[in-house]
């Protein structure tokens, strides 16, 4: 009697839905967002950051290897206790470079983050207009195989509407 009871429920509530037209619309994230205006200089922004990084990078492991060299040609010809200062100093400073590499690939994803979050607030805009606009359901983005397959007569790939949404 339940089971009965509750297909009769679930009917009724299906009815309206199936009584309209479902419209569903799908796009990709990355080519829409890619196609912003200040998505290039964005980018730049960000890469620009990354060279900076990098370029430290190297400084510091340039010079740790030069007194890492240093360290191993003159090693045998060191006192006990000035070894052992200059091995603690060379895992020191090796320890402070995987620090700093740590920290400023945190740095990098934070400023990219930053850097991104109007465009993507603007693209997030853009999908909830165009979704009220055109009465879809649901908007769904198909990068990275979200969607492998979407009934054509039910969605419309609304890529296109939304990258002339943003520019």
């Given amino acids: 009697m339940k089971k009965y009871l509750l297909l009769l429920l679930v009917s009724f509530i299906m009815l309206p839905i199936s009584a309209q037209q479902i419209k569903i619309g799908y796009f990709s994230y990355d080519a829409v967002l890619k196609a912003a205006p200040d998505y290039l200089s964005a980018k730049a922004s960000i890469e620009n950051l990354k060279k900076q990084y990098d370029a430290e990078i190297q400084i510091a492991e340039k010079d740790f290897n030069e007194k890492y060299e240093n360290f191993i040609e003159n090693q045998n010809g060191m006192a006990s206790a000035i070894r052992e200062k200059r091995q603690s100093e060379l895992q020191s400073i090796l320890e402070r470079n995987i620090a700093f590499r740590q920290e400023s690939e945190r740095l990098l994803a934070k400023a990219e983050e930053e850097t991104?979050?109007?465009?993507?607030?603007?693209?997030d805009n853009a999908v909830k207009s165009l979704g009220s606009e055109k009465d879809y359901i649901v908007i769904l983005n198909t990068d990275n195989n979200a969607a492998p397959y979407i009934n054509p007569v039910l969605g419309e790939d609304v890529t296109e509407i939304l990258i002339s949404k943003i520019r």
């Fill in 116 to 123: 991104m979050a109007p465009l993507r607030a603007k693209l």
